[in-house]
Protein backbone atom coordinates (compact mmCIF):
# COMPACT_ATOMS: atom_id res chain seq x y z
CA UNK A 1 0.00 0.00 0.00
CA UNK A 2 1.25 3.16 -1.23
CA UNK A 3 2.63 5.41 2.13
CA UNK A 4 2.88 8.84 0.26
CA UNK A 5 0.07 9.58 -1.55
CA UNK A 6 -0.90 13.25 -3.89
CA UNK A 7 -4.10 14.37 -5.03
CA UNK A 8 -4.69 15.36 -7.45
CA UNK A 9 -2.94 13.65 -9.74
CA UNK A 10 -3.45 16.01 -12.51
CA UNK A 11 -5.00 19.20 -12.32
CA UNK A 12 -5.69 22.18 -15.20
CA UNK A 13 -6.19 25.90 -13.84
CA UNK A 14 -6.44 29.40 -14.77
CA UNK A 15 -3.37 32.38 -14.50
CA UNK A 16 -4.99 33.87 -11.40
CA UNK A 17 -6.75 31.02 -9.77
CA UNK A 18 -6.00 29.47 -6.31
CA UNK A 19 -4.48 25.87 -6.34
CA UNK A 20 -4.08 23.71 -3.42
CA UNK A 21 -1.97 20.22 -3.97
CA UNK A 22 -2.19 18.17 -0.99
CA UNK A 23 -0.41 15.08 0.65
CA UNK A 24 -0.44 12.46 2.91
CA UNK A 25 1.87 10.16 4.36
CA UNK A 26 1.76 7.00 6.20
CA UNK A 27 5.10 6.67 6.99
CA UNK A 28 5.19 8.52 10.74
CA UNK A 29 8.12 10.95 9.16
CA UNK A 30 8.89 14.31 10.71
CA UNK A 31 9.81 15.67 7.71
CA UNK A 32 7.99 16.16 4.12
CA UNK A 33 9.15 18.07 1.02
CA UNK A 34 7.49 19.33 -2.06
CA UNK A 35 9.58 19.66 -5.06
CA UNK A 36 9.07 20.37 -8.85
CA UNK A 37 10.27 18.31 -11.98
CA UNK A 38 11.33 20.67 -15.19
CA UNK A 39 13.15 19.51 -18.03
CA UNK A 40 16.65 21.14 -17.81
CA UNK A 41 16.37 21.54 -14.34
CA UNK A 42 15.78 18.18 -12.74
CA UNK A 43 14.07 18.35 -9.12
CA UNK A 44 14.09 21.54 -6.77
CA UNK A 45 13.03 21.81 -3.57
CA UNK A 46 9.91 24.01 -2.82
CA UNK A 47 9.36 23.76 0.49
CA UNK A 48 9.21 21.57 3.39
CA UNK A 49 8.15 21.04 7.14
CA UNK A 50 10.02 19.16 10.01
CA UNK A 51 7.11 18.40 11.51
CA UNK A 52 3.01 19.36 12.25
CA UNK A 53 2.77 23.24 12.09
CA UNK A 54 6.34 23.78 10.76
CA UNK A 55 7.03 24.92 7.10
CA UNK A 56 10.58 26.41 5.81
CA UNK A 57 11.71 27.87 2.46
CA UNK A 58 13.05 25.30 0.08
CA UNK A 59 15.41 26.71 -3.35
CA UNK A 60 12.39 28.18 -5.18
CA UNK A 61 9.75 29.18 -2.96
CA UNK A 62 8.48 32.42 -4.58
CA UNK A 63 5.10 32.11 -5.39
CA UNK A 64 4.07 29.02 -3.25
CA UNK A 65 3.16 28.76 0.16
CA UNK A 66 2.96 25.53 2.54
CA UNK A 67 0.93 24.02 5.12
CA UNK A 68 1.70 20.94 7.33
CA UNK A 69 -1.64 21.01 9.86
CA UNK A 70 -0.52 17.44 10.89
CA UNK A 71 1.81 14.70 10.74
CA UNK A 72 0.30 13.40 8.27
CA UNK A 73 -0.76 16.14 6.17
CA UNK A 74 1.55 18.46 3.87
CA UNK A 75 -0.27 20.74 1.09
CA UNK A 76 1.49 23.49 -1.51
CA UNK A 77 -0.51 26.24 -1.94
CA UNK A 78 -0.79 28.75 -4.88
CA UNK A 79 -2.45 31.49 -3.91
CA UNK A 80 -2.36 33.29 -7.67
CA UNK A 81 -1.28 30.63 -10.20
CA UNK A 82 0.97 31.30 -13.20
CA UNK A 83 1.45 29.56 -16.70
CA UNK A 84 5.43 29.29 -14.99
CA UNK A 85 4.10 27.10 -12.56
CA UNK A 86 3.23 24.33 -14.88
CA UNK A 87 4.70 21.28 -14.20
CA UNK A 88 5.15 18.00 -11.95
CA UNK A 89 4.90 18.68 -8.42
CA UNK A 90 6.21 15.66 -6.11
CA UNK A 91 5.71 15.19 -2.32
CA UNK A 92 8.34 13.21 -0.36
CA UNK A 93 8.81 12.08 3.13
CA UNK A 94 11.76 11.27 5.40
CA UNK A 95 12.81 10.54 8.65
CA UNK A 96 15.48 13.67 7.55
CA UNK A 97 19.01 14.81 8.98
CA UNK A 98 20.78 13.39 5.60
CA UNK A 99 20.88 9.74 7.30
CA UNK A 100 18.26 7.98 5.04
CA UNK A 101 16.04 7.75 1.53
CA UNK A 102 13.50 10.17 0.76
CA UNK A 103 9.94 8.25 0.09
CA UNK A 104 8.36 9.83 -3.13
CA UNK A 105 4.51 10.23 -4.10
CA UNK A 106 2.87 9.42 -7.52
CA UNK A 107 3.33 13.20 -8.41
CA UNK A 108 0.99 15.95 -9.56
CA UNK A 109 0.75 17.29 -13.26
CA UNK A 110 -0.16 20.88 -13.20
CA UNK A 111 -0.99 22.83 -16.25
CA UNK A 112 -1.74 26.41 -15.48
CA UNK A 113 -3.63 27.84 -18.59
CA UNK B 1 26.85 26.03 -11.26
CA UNK B 2 24.89 22.94 -10.82
CA UNK B 3 26.38 21.18 -7.41
CA UNK B 4 25.78 17.91 -8.69
CA UNK B 5 26.79 16.98 -12.41
CA UNK B 6 25.38 13.24 -13.68
CA UNK B 7 27.27 11.62 -16.95
CA UNK B 8 26.11 10.63 -19.42
CA UNK B 9 22.92 12.59 -20.16
CA UNK B 10 21.68 9.69 -22.15
CA UNK B 11 22.65 5.96 -22.49
CA UNK B 12 21.54 3.28 -25.64
CA UNK B 13 22.50 -0.23 -24.83
CA UNK B 14 21.48 -3.36 -25.84
CA UNK B 15 19.92 -6.08 -23.73
CA UNK B 16 22.88 -8.04 -21.82
CA UNK B 17 25.01 -4.72 -22.06
CA UNK B 18 26.78 -3.80 -18.63
CA UNK B 19 26.00 0.50 -17.79
CA UNK B 20 28.16 3.02 -15.76
CA UNK B 21 26.40 5.91 -14.61
CA UNK B 22 28.61 8.73 -12.90
CA UNK B 23 27.72 11.02 -10.37
CA UNK B 24 29.94 13.95 -9.44
CA UNK B 25 29.09 16.76 -7.14
CA UNK B 26 31.48 19.99 -5.59
CA UNK B 27 30.35 19.96 -1.97
CA UNK B 28 30.41 18.57 1.08
CA UNK B 29 27.81 16.11 1.55
CA UNK B 30 25.81 13.66 4.34
CA UNK B 31 24.74 11.10 1.55
CA UNK B 32 24.61 10.24 -1.80
CA UNK B 33 21.65 8.43 -2.92
CA UNK B 34 20.14 6.87 -6.48
CA UNK B 35 16.72 7.05 -7.39
CA UNK B 36 14.75 5.24 -10.44
CA UNK B 37 12.04 7.40 -12.83
CA UNK B 38 10.21 5.94 -14.99
CA UNK B 39 8.74 8.18 -17.75
CA UNK B 40 6.25 9.82 -16.26
CA UNK B 41 6.39 8.17 -12.92
CA UNK B 42 7.20 8.87 -9.34
CA UNK B 43 10.88 8.16 -7.81
CA UNK B 44 11.59 4.65 -6.11
CA UNK B 45 15.12 4.47 -4.19
CA UNK B 46 17.39 2.35 -5.08
CA UNK B 47 20.58 3.25 -2.78
CA UNK B 48 21.19 5.37 0.33
CA UNK B 49 25.38 5.48 0.27
CA UNK B 50 26.92 8.04 1.78
CA UNK B 51 30.28 5.76 1.56
CA UNK B 52 31.87 2.32 0.36
CA UNK B 53 30.09 0.03 -2.02
CA UNK B 54 26.35 -1.66 -1.78
CA UNK B 55 25.05 -4.09 -3.63
CA UNK B 56 21.43 -4.89 -5.44
CA UNK B 57 20.77 -7.57 -7.53
CA UNK B 58 22.17 -6.19 -10.64
CA UNK B 59 22.81 -2.56 -9.09
CA UNK B 60 25.99 -1.94 -7.44
CA UNK B 61 26.54 1.79 -6.14
CA UNK B 62 29.83 3.16 -5.21
CA UNK B 63 30.74 6.55 -3.50
CA UNK B 64 34.20 7.64 -3.12
CA UNK B 65 33.43 10.58 -0.60
CA UNK B 66 37.15 12.28 -1.18
CA UNK B 67 36.74 12.09 -4.65
CA UNK B 68 33.61 13.19 -4.71
CA UNK B 69 31.98 11.28 -6.92
CA UNK B 70 29.44 8.27 -6.72
CA UNK B 71 28.69 5.73 -9.53
CA UNK B 72 25.72 3.21 -10.30
CA UNK B 73 26.69 -0.18 -12.53
CA UNK B 74 23.87 -2.24 -13.82
CA UNK B 75 25.04 -5.25 -15.08
CA UNK B 76 23.66 -7.12 -17.75
CA UNK B 77 20.91 -4.66 -18.78
CA UNK B 78 17.08 -4.94 -19.33
CA UNK B 79 14.33 -3.51 -21.20
CA UNK B 80 12.60 -2.74 -17.48
CA UNK B 81 15.88 -0.94 -16.77
CA UNK B 82 14.93 1.92 -18.90
CA UNK B 83 14.13 4.95 -17.86
CA UNK B 84 15.92 7.83 -15.93
CA UNK B 85 18.13 7.27 -13.18
CA UNK B 86 18.94 10.35 -10.23
CA UNK B 87 21.76 10.67 -8.23
CA UNK B 88 20.96 13.04 -4.87
CA UNK B 89 23.27 14.15 -2.37
CA UNK B 90 22.29 15.23 1.22
CA UNK B 91 24.23 18.13 2.20
CA UNK B 92 25.86 18.83 5.71
CA UNK B 93 23.54 19.38 8.18
CA UNK B 94 20.27 18.25 9.55
CA UNK B 95 17.82 19.74 7.19
CA UNK B 96 17.45 15.76 5.23
CA UNK B 97 17.48 18.45 2.19
CA UNK B 98 18.45 16.73 -0.81
CA UNK B 99 20.58 18.29 -3.78
CA UNK B 100 19.76 16.47 -7.44
CA UNK B 101 21.30 16.03 -10.16
CA UNK B 102 19.27 16.44 -14.08
CA UNK B 103 19.88 12.60 -14.40
CA UNK B 104 20.97 9.90 -16.97
CA UNK B 105 18.21 8.39 -19.67
CA UNK B 106 18.71 4.94 -20.23
CA UNK B 107 17.13 3.21 -23.12
CA UNK B 108 18.17 -0.39 -22.90
CA UNK B 109 16.64 -1.65 -27.03
CA UNK B 110 16.05 -5.77 -27.19
Known amino acids: EAAVTQSPRNKVAVTGGKVTLSCNQT?????MYWYRQDTGHGLRLIHY???????EKGDIPDGYKASRPSQENFSLILELATPSQTSVYFC????????????FGPGTRLLVL | GQQVQQSPASLVLQEGENAELQCNFSTSLNSMQWFYQRPGGSLVSLFYNPSGTKHSGRLTSTTVIKERRSSLHISSSQTTDSGTYLCALAITGNTGKLIFGLGTTLQVQP
Open chain 1, 27 to 31: NNHNN
Open chain 1, 92 to 103: ASGVGGGQDTQY
Open chain 1, 49 to 55: SYGAGST
